[in-house]
């Protein structure tokens, strides 16, 4: 994993927990978001065109929360599902 997109886990990561729980996340859940997307073959084998959309919702401050059960109803869990959910669990933590 390069450290441009160590970076850019680092702010989804920090993004998606915002939106979630209206508040910043720990160093340390961020931290294992980041290591979690390099061990887990399944969070690093995602398919591009979902990654980048995810990038897209990012980058552009948009409502994951809002876009998230619209990407759902496509019948395939979306990378932005699996992250959120990731995220949560994380939080809960």
Not at 54 to 67: E, F, H, K, P, Y
Request: glycine share 8%.
């Amino acid at each position: 994993m390069t450290p441009g997109e160590r970076e850019m886990l680092r702010e989804e990561a920090r993004y998606l927990h915002r939106r979630m729980f209206r508040r910043c996340p720990p160093d340390n859940l961020v931290d294992a978001y980041v290591r979690a997307h390099a061990e887990i073959p399944d969070l690093a084998t995602t398919d591009e065109r979902q990654l980048r959309s995810v990038q897209i919702i990012v980058a552009r401050c948009l409502d994951a929360l809002g876009i998230e059960p619209w990407l759902r109803g496509k019948g395939v869990r979306h990378a932005l599902s699996g992250k959120m959910l990731f995220v949560s669990l994380l939080g809960g933590m």
